[in-house]
């Protein structure tokens, strides 16, 4: 009813006016119910069932088998399925998704559905949490040794050399020496002028002990000036014995 002024008159009971272009509202029905056809589509695809027995069949056979009694396609790669076993399958009307996981339950392959389409992927390993990690090895340390006098006196100059080898070294000015770790079980030989030469392990090198040799020392003369003592044979002019 419309007043002499121009305005309207609505009666309570009216349902008010419609806001918006009744085209969208109609583009949104129309796309729900796509929505819902798909999804249903898929739901009903996946409810398949699908008989299958193979024993010890080729993957590629599987694949065709599936194809032939579903909707279903595949997608892969040639070189992954060279990776598979013989597969031995035996279902009865059954899913698409127990299928699938007898199929590829002990198979480097994994697998994933998406629109009606099988996509074959590698599976991933993972590493067990408790795996141990890969030790390095603990690298040797140098053979550290010592030479001293029966007196405990450091010998500077001790020969000492692995015997059977070429390898020889000397003491320090405080009788110590070193050897390579590689020598480890060997024998070694210590010898110091003056001194009984004596061989041991090279385990026991931490501290070695030599004894003055006693014929050595009768061997020494001194010079008739008494200033310096030499071996007989080195001397030169006269000198005397003890």
Known sequence: MMFPNGKTF???RQ???TAGNPCTSAKK???AYC???LALSCSATQAQQISLNLQKASLPKAIAEIRKQTKFD???NNELLKKASPITVNIKNGTIQEMLSKMFADQPISYEIADGI???KEKKTNKPNNQTPTQTPTKKENIQGRVVSENGTPLSGATIQVKGTNFITSSDSNGFFELPDQY???IIIISYIGYTATETSSKNAKNITLYTNAN???EVSVVASGYQSIPKERATGSFQSR
């Open 15 to 17: 349902n008010p006016p």
């Open 184 to 186: 480890e079980n060997e």
């Open 74 to 76: 595949f997608a892969y």
């Open 29 to 31: 029905v129309k796309k």
């Open 216 to 218: 050595r020392i009768d």
């Open 118 to 120: 099988i996509i074959l």
């Open 35 to 37: 929505f819902f056809l």
């Open 10 to 12: 609505r009666h309570p």
